[in-house]
DNA sequence: ACCTGAACACCGTTCAAGT
DNA sequence: ACCTGAACACCGTTCAAGT
């Protein structure tokens, strides 16, 4: 699916994306702790040494990987392009073109990091790469820019929906793994109330979401074209 | 200053919060990938098993550190009660009592993390843990909770403040240690537009914070005693 | 272009035993 | 109550060398 074939040789060289697919797989099946280089080499069949030939170190393979988690929060659609803005749309609490579009984008991001086991946690780590991540507050800062605020304004609201996002997916994902392993404070476990819980993580994420956005809609009220009241 | 002298044996025996204090001291100094079992028990003289006997493993003792951090954002005064509401406060741009007291526990709060190396990472991996987190959980929620919001409103609230306190400190520290070190994406390095710009960040941070409270007092209007328009 | 072999300098954790 | 000694099963990374 993800490799091009490559050349005919018996026994598979790998690619980069070879070692990225893989290294996909270990995160999902058995999470970020096991994902070691050795391990990593192990399932390709291929000595540890081997992986350096493709990355310089474990962090940008990292980056690499977060990569390809947040390049699969692309709303089904097309890539670049949406279609028009499509007559009516059915109107939510908070119905700005551009704050739908945000919301979309955070709940792909959502989905997107939910799919793979510790996503929230590995595209965090690298954030300061400006990879992974970065496309994220792309996404984001062209969603909201939509409502016409300034770039400056777009940026540092994308960037606050961003680490709430990353914030509240780790923590419930943290709380995945605890729960499956028994392991909580004595006096807190198992807390229902807890935001993260499977259960009430949706409803607080958009909550959160739902803060940010009439925050944004109200303290910036920029001239948009819809919405005249 | 943190032990209470104990027993007088010339060689020192530890006690849990030596140890604490040690790591602490390591985090600080070295950051959180030099903070191994071995290196800190090699600082307090003593054989790594040795640590064992005070904590069960790693993941709890990083919970007690980011207990550590976490207590020191107590906003100077005293423990459990402020002083009575004193006469007139100079008005900021959203200036009720609660969205103030909330402002100034998520400042403490940032001003805790960013007081240690990797401080925000080190609190969220313990996030699920009930420790460390729990007691910002627990002043975030009281501070919102004066507004008057029904008490699961002040939970989720205060959830979304912390997730994106966290989210941006740990952000910020992550481009701290990249920029000593040089490492940073192509086309991206020292990028001065970056919201973790130690410039932009206390910026950014605040917009975040405003964000959320404006939605918040937006979202939910509770009868307060104050601000009657 | 992609990989092996061998080494270096580390990890967290357990457990019997000591004082 | 607090620690030693010794071991187990691992890590990430480098580098000369092979094909």
Redo the contacts between chains.
């Keep these: 699916m993800t490799n091009d074939d490559s050349s005919g040789s018996r026994y598979t060289r790998h690619s980069r994306d070879d070692v990225v697919a893989a290294a996909l797989a270990i995160l999902d099946q058995h999470g970020l702790p096991d994902l070691t280089m050795r391990r990593l080499a192990a399932t390709l069949d291929v000595q540890p040494s081997a992986l350096y030939w493709h990355f310089a170190n474990k962090q940008t393979l990292l980056?690499s990987v977060a990569d390809q988690i947040v390049a699969r929060a692309r709303p089904a659609g097309a890539g670049s392009g949406w279609a028009d803005d499509s007559g009516a749309d059915d109107a939510g609490a908070l119905s700005s073109g551009w704050a739908d579009a945000t919301r979309v984008e955070a709940d792909a991001l959502r989905d997107a990091l939910l799919a793979f086991r510790d996503g929230a946690e590995v595209v965090?780590?690298t954030?300061?790469?400006?990879?992974g991540a970065?496309e994220a507050m792309t996404r984001l800062t062209g969603a909201i820019d939509g409502g016409g605020f300034d770039r400056r304004t777009s940026?540092?609201?994308a960037?606050?929906v961003?680490?709430?996002?990353?914030?509240?997916v780790?923590?419930e994902q943290?709380?995945l793994q605890?729960d499956s392993l028994g392991?909580?404070?004595a006096g807190?476990s198992a807390?229902p109330?807890d935001?993260?819980t499977s259960a009430?993580g949706r409803?607080?994420f958009d909550?959160?979401i739902?803060?940010?956005?009439?925050?944004?809609a109200?303290?910036a009220p920029a001239r948009l074209s819809e919405s005249p009241a």
């Design positions: 980056a965090s780590s954030l300061a790469l400006g990879l970065g940026e540092i609201a960037a606050a961003l680490h709430f996002v990353l914030g509240h780790s923590h943290q709380r605890a392991v909580v404070a807190q807390d109330s935001v993260a009430r409803e607080a909550f959160g739902t803060l940010l956005l009439t925050g944004l109200e303290l």
